[in-house]
């Protein structure tokens, strides 16, 4: 009877920790591994994404997940992962650029990790070729979690009585730098998000999505030009190429070329290996260069990689910087073909949205939250529509119609560029 | 007198009778020999000399009733069929028997006339006839490659056209493909990058309209739009079918 | 405008020195080790890194005074660079290629150090009509160095040259430069297919533009121009190298698109006694290059629109660029400049918008293609 209580009172203990840890009232803390049966889950990529060396086990992932909460892998034992990358917080932390230790912070906005496994690199510029390897910026970047070497978080975690009989169980005791990284990625190939109303309207759904949320995925096809690079087929359903674009973000801020000329020498003395580039990325003036301090590419210059569109209302603010705070800001830049640059996109143009296609399209990546970030969502959506309406720096119109630009005195030269797809059912074209 | 075999071998050749060639039935009947019945029933032979079935309950100088007859007539046209698959019986009536070698059979299994020293047939004899796409006249070709010229042309001049696109800066699809040169029609169905899905070469010629052309894209049975396509497969005419390729 | 260069340039100034500063406390090795490593792949393919286009090359020049392109006067080497195929329409009706033109304007100003001169390859305007010739010379203006112009036929066929020769003068001229003999030919003219048709100067002007039309003539330089030539060249002694500017490529390529020049053996007979002659050609929009006996033929890129490669009649020793995407509108598409070395023979860096630069050198030409091989591509057009 006693032990019943005690039970109990454990159970009810552990519950009210993750309720009040999550800070919602969900019925599975969002920290905890997702199912894989979620509509629009792409089964045939996730085969192809898991490492032969590195395939899911629940003990495994189940370590992995103790080792991204535990902040006793920083230098000081004071960051987690999840303090760049709180699940409740799209496994982001909704800020510009992220705060490492000492409260130092760093100059790059932290990308979620739902969907990661599915990215062909990581990071913003595709410094770190896997998730296994990500975990080696952060863990020895010295405004991140300030290890001075992989040895010292090794032995820490060797003095852990139960990671010693986790890695045990996993790895048949070896305790490596490289086995704690494949526990954490484990964990981190477990936060995939579908299960979205577009998933729902694509797998034939009709009442899924608003007539808005139809409006702007046709737009998103069609006179937006979002498609092409933030592409979504049924295979893989991740609305990224994976490929780098400079779309001009960096040039509010940035002048390139004598930032670069100065990149490529220290580069060349430094070696350019994943610490380095870790440190230009983080620390540096020199982080606006985005893909370029890994490829020395001019064409690079500026470029970063193209992310996924799911969660956005839980993964703000965009862009590498976190410049922008409100999805608006974001299509504003694009309406008038982001901010010229002698690096900028060819595929960038002038794009002659109207307010009313903007509030379609922002309708529609609303459409992309998955059922345990709704609620937080449209709390973000209502504060960002509420900041939309008096506040848009990043707006243009002369140049989203084409009036300015190359001189005065010129009618826009775009004509009616209404989409011709099925308004009614524009899913039609894009779903199988 | 008619003997049972004669009306039996009637009614099979009466079931097989249809496309019978009237030169097959020009021919002389052939004598056959039948083999005895091995259950104490009566064998009815199919007139290739060959095919025969045993109708166990009939006693010899029994009558069959005209359903039996006809169940007999079918069975042995199915064990023909069988024993020959893929073979047609008017064709393999064609073939004088026993003198056709195989050594000239075509794969399908139709007996071709195969024998050297047999003479060709005349040519209005072995053209089909009666048929709609026998009955093809040369005017007839004419006019339809006037129609389908004039459609391509239509697409032509579309393709060179700037407002005839609706395009608002002044380009036209000649411009960046002369000739069509680099559209590739025939390696669609494919994954179009531009698009993002599955395309057909129309989807194509209308991103292209928004896109480069900044004009409005066209509805998919729009004649333009059509004919456009029209042009482009035109200028390919000959080039193998690769679709998927990028 | 000019004000906001001159403040990137006093900031820029400024970051160089002190990059140039700190390099210079690094002693010899590490120096090679820097130059070598920001190279990099451009230096192990053996390609000749692009001068000045890219980003390392102003420590190279500044530091290494005996190959800078300010050489002794009198003597090669030196560097020009060419921006060519605008076809502009008026900015009212057409963003696009105004907005190429413009970026390679400032391409070019951004070079460090500036080249000697720009040559701009001909077609500046699209129909040949006043106004866009006069916006091209407005966007022209705006380039630091000197510029030589050359006609295209897109320039001449609406009045027979009449606006050209008043903005910018003679369609064919010659000069001397730093002990090269630079001839710019107007090698776009046809005989008349108008009068007998009863075309307006806008019809003779449509025609002209499309390339796949072949109702017009073929491109020619012409009997009185051959003439010209001749002349001129009596004047130059065959050790002198030939710099050739030509719209038309002065070879036979494709005769239906008129990537064709019809007395292009003649012109090329005359050419003959010189042993160093580079062609420097516009009109075909791609990256094309050839070499026929003497002459080395380098094709310049446009910064309106990419051509394909036709479909017979390519050059052997040609690379094809990579072909274009129509999503991305610089694609395809570029300037570039020329260095000319101590023996006046022609290397031509293509400075390809939102791609790596391609350098072709004399030397893959000369050799027949066995040295220095340009980088292949990966998407052929077809």
């Not at chain 1, 089964?43 to 495994?60: F, G």
């Not at chain 1, 509030?359 to 529609?364: K, S």
């Not at chain 3, 286009?53 to 050489?71: R, Y």
């Not at chain 3, 023979?345 to 400075?351: E, G, I, R, W």
Request: proline share 7%; aromatic share 8%.
């Amino acid at each position: 009877m006693k032990a019943r209580l005690f039970a109990s009172a454990i159970l009810c203990a552990i519950a009210l920790a993750l309720m009040t840890t999550v800070g919602a009232v969900e019925s599975v803390p969002l920290s905890a591994p997702k199912p894989l049966n979620q509509k629009g889950f792409p089964a045939e990529l996730y085969s192809w994404v898991i490492p032969a060396d590195n395939p899911q086990t629940p003990a495994k992932v189940e370590l992995g997940r103790k080792l991204f909460f535990d902040d006793r892998l920083a230098a000081d034992g004071t960051v987690s992962c999840d303090q760049c990358h709180a699940p409740a917080k799209g496994f982001t932390d909704q800020l510009p650029a992220s705060m490492g230790i000492h409260h130092a912070f760093g100059q790059r906005n932290a990308p979620t990790i739902l969907n990661a496994l599915f990215n062909t690199l990581q990071f913003w510029d595709g410094r770190a070729p896997t998730l296994e390897k990500q975990i080696e910026g952060p863990i020895l970047n010295p405004v991140e979690m300030g290890n001075k070497n992989f040895d010292d978080v090794v032995a820490k975690v060797k003095g852990i009585p139960e990671y010693q009989q986790s890695f045990q169980t996993v790895f048949n005791g070896a305790i490596t730098m490289d086995n704690i990284e494949r526990a954490i990625a484990a964990y981190e190939r477990t936060q995939i998000a579908f299960d979205t109303p577009f998933d729902r309207f694509m797998a034939g759904d009709q009442n899924a999505i608003s007539a808005s949320a139809k409006r702007g995925w046709s737009l998103f096809n069609g006179k937006g030009r979002c498609m092409t690079c933030h592409g979504w087929n049924p295979t893989q359903p991740l609305f990224t190429d994976n490929r780098f674009h400079n779309i001009g973000v960096s040039a509010h801020k940035s002048d390139f070329v004598p930032l670069a000329r100065k990149a490529l020498v220290l580069i060349a003395q430094g070696g350019g290996g994943l610490q380095q580039l870790d440190q230009l990325a983080i620390q540096t003036d020199m982080s606006g260069l985005g893909r370029f301090l890994v490829t020395k590419q001019a064409h690079d210059i500026g470029g970063f990689r193209t992310m996924g569109l799911r969660n956005l209302l839980v993964t703000q603010p965009y862009f590498h910087d976190g410049s922008q705070q409100t999805l608006w800001d974001v299509l504003d830049h694009y309406n008038k073909g982001g901010v010229p640059n002698p690096y900028l996109d060819g595929g960038l143009l002038p794009l002659g949205l109207s307010e009313s296609e903007e509030d379609d399209l922002v309708a529609f990546l609303v459409t992309l939250t998955s059922p345990e970030y709704a609620s937080a969502s449209n709390e973000e959506l209502e504060k960002q529509r509420a900041r939309a309406k008096t506040d848009r720096p990043q707006r243009d119109e002369a140049a989203a119609t084409g009036k300015s630009g190359l001189g005065p005195g010129f009618k826009g030269p775009f004509g009616d560029m209404t989409p011709a797809q099925n308004e009614e059912n524009p899913a039609l074209l894009g779903g199988d | 007198m008619i003997s049972k075999y004669s009306v039996i071998r009637a009614i099979a050749v009466g079931a097989a009778v249809t496309a019978f060639s009237s030169r097959a039935l020009a021919q002389q009947n052939p004598t056959h020999e039948v083999p005895a019945p091995a259950h104490g029933g009566t064998v009815v032979m199919l007139c290739d000399g060959k095919t025969s079935i045993e109708v166990k309950d009939l006693k010899p100088g029994q009558a069959m009733t005209h359903d039996e007859a006809v169940k007999v007539s079918r069975d042995l046209m199915a064990k023909w069929t069988r024993e020959h698959p893929g073979e047609h019986w008017e064709m393999a009536q064609e073939a004088p028997p026993e003198s056709a070698p195989s050594a000239e059979a075509s794969p399908m299994g139709a007996a071709v006339p195969g024998n050297p020293a047999a003479p060709a047939p005349a040519p209005s004899m072995s053209v089909q006839q009666g048929d709609t796409y026998a009955s093809f006249q040369p005017r007839d070709y004419k006019v339809w490659k006037a129609e389908t010229d004039t459609f391509v042309a239509d697409g032509k001049r579309i393709f060179h056209d700037a407002k005839a696109l609706g395009s608002t800066i002044g380009v036209s699809c000649d411009m960046c493909h002369p000739d069509a040169s680099n559209t590739h029609p025939e390696t669609y169905p494919k994954y179009q990058v531009q698009l993002q899905k599955v395309a057909l070469l129309r989807d194509m010629i209308d991103w292209c309209i928004e896109n480069p052309i900044k004009g409005k894209a066209l509805e998919p049975n729009d004649p333009k739009l059509r004919a456009l396509e029209a042009y482009i497969y035109a200028q390919r005419k000959g080039v193998p079918l690769d679709y998927g390729k990028h | 405008m000019a004000a906001r260069h001159k403040s990137v340039e006093t900031r820029y100034m400024e970051d160089r020195d002190k990059v140039l500063r700190g390099m210079r406390r690094l002693d010899r090795r590490t120096f090679m080790k820097v130059l070598a490593a920001s190279a990099g792949a451009v230096m192990a393919k053996g390609l000749m890194p692009p001068h000045t286009f890219q980003l390392v090359n102003v420590a190279e020049a500044a530091l290494d005074k005996s190959a800078s392109a300010t050489g002794a006067p009198g003597t090669p080497p030196f560097t020009f660079a060419y921006i060519s195929d605008t076809h502009m329409y008026v900015r009212t009706l057409n963003q696009r290629f105004v907005k190429g033109a413009v970026k390679a304007v400032e391409d070019v100003n951004a070079l460090d150090p500036q080249p000697d001169f720009v040559l701009f390859g001909g077609d500046l305007a699209q129909l040949g009509r006043p106004e866009e010739l006069e916006q091209g010379k407005q966007v022209l203006s705006e380039l630091k160095a000197p510029v030589k112009m050359m006609v295209g036929e897109h320039d001449w066929f609406y009045d027979m040259g009449d606006k050209w020769q008043e903005l910018f003068g003679p369609p064919n001229y010659s000069f001397d430069w730093k002990g090269v003999h630079v001839v710019v030919l107007m090698s776009v003219h046809e005989k008349d297919f108008w009068t007998a048709r009863g075309l307006s100067p806008a019809d003779r002007m449509q025609i002209v533009a499309g390339l796949d039309n072949s109702i017009q003539s073929r491109f020619e330089v012409g009997d009185e121009e051959r003439e010209w030539l001749k002349n001129d060249l009596a004047k130059v002694p065959t050790t002198t190298p030939l710099l050739v500017f030509s719209h038309s490529p002065l070879y036979k390529y494709y005769r239906n698109w008129n990537f064709w020049t019809e007395d292009a053996e003649q012109v090329q007979e005359l050419l003959k006694p010189y042993p160093n002659v580079t062609v420097v050609h516009g009109h075909t929009h791609q990256m094309l290059f050839n070499q026929i006996g003497n002459i080395s033929f380098y094709g310049m890129l446009s910064t309106a629109w990419p051509w394909p490669y036709a479909p017979q009649g390519l050059p052997a020793l040609t690379v094809q660029m990579n072909r274009p995407d129509p999503y991305d509108q610089l694609d395809g598409l570029g300037d570039g400049q020329v260095n000319v070395s101590k023996e006046g023979l022609a290397d031509m860096m293509y400075n390809l918008w939102d791609r790596n630069p391609v350098t072709v050198r004399a030397d893959y030409l000369r050799s027949n293609g066995k040295t220095y091989v340009p980088p292949a591509p990966q998407f052929a057009s077809y």
